[in-house]
């Protein structure tokens, strides 16, 4: 399939706003240039790839389906569920991390549309209008998880799936995503994550309920230092994902 990529640009809201920490989106744009390079500080995300896309696959049946991927990043999700035969658009607050994804998906000939726009202001825009939100290793990083939660419920059809994966907020979260990830085996830059900023599965859970999501599944994903390998199971000590559908 030949590639019609195109980023499109939003007028941005102010930056005091904005439901985004300007320090986290300055962090990301950063390193956006290595977004692709599978053995750089984004190696997790390649490797965890096929397994949650496997997973959202599974239950929503992606091909012919018209998704959303908020905080998309480099577009690295976005890409393979257009190679599943869904309709995507990738949406991010970096303007740096949406011109590699952009960049990628001409290179690769998968069509993904990027646009940069914050996901309260695409739901105002088009409510119900998609059969599909996922909302990636994101929730952790901005100031409000729950406004996020609430927009990505918005954009969805009635019936439609709306999926989030996060870190959940322990100690052995703590010791394994903040010490080990960042400071022992160097497998992301330090200062990625902020233990305050951690949602455990309940609290999750919690802020779907509160705009009307209903559960239908979890899943925790592990990772093996020995192997390097991510398998999913149902540890959620650490890393965690969850299915909700709307009514």
């Not at 949650?52 to 999700?77: E, F, N, P, T, Y």
Request: net charge negative; charged share 20%.
């Amino acid at each position: 399939m030949m590639s019609q990529s195109t980023t499109l640009h939003s007028t941005p809201d102010t930056p005091s706003s904005r439901n985004a920490d300007p320090k986290e989106i300055d962090k990301f744009s950063e390193l956006a240039h290595r977004w692709w390079d599978p053995n750089s500080e984004f190696k997790p995300l390649h490797d965890l790839n096929p397994l949650r896309l496997g997973w959202i696959d599974d239950i929503a049946h992606l091909s012919g389906k018209q998704v959303i991927d908020v905080g998309c990043g480099g577009g690295i999700l976005s890409e393979s569920m257009a190679r599943a035969g869904a309709t995507v658009r990738g949406i991010d607050l970096s303007t740096k991390a949406l011109k590699v994804a952009d960049l990628h998906s001409l290179e690769s000939g998968v069509a993904v549309t990027y646009e940069e726009i914050a996901v309260e202001d695409l739901a105002a825009r088009a409510p119900a209008s998609v059969d599909v939100v996922t909302c990636m290793e994101m929730l952790e990083h901005v100031p409000d998880p729950q406004s996020i939660v609430r927009a990505c419920m918005t954009l969805a059809k009635p019936g439609g799936y709306v999926f989030f994966s996060t870190i959940n907020r322990n100690l052995k979260a703590y010791l394994l995503a903040v010490v080990g990830a960042e400071y022992v085996l160097n497998m992301l830059p330090r200062g990625t994550h902020d233990y305050e900023k951690f949602i455990t599965p309940s609290e999750l859970a919690r802020f779907a309920r509160n705009v009307g999501l209903d559960m239908i599944e979890m899943r925790g994903m592990t990772y093996n230092p020995l192997t390097q390998i991510y398998s999913l199971g149902r540890d959620t000590d650490v890393n965690y994902m969850m299915a909700f559908r709307k009514p």
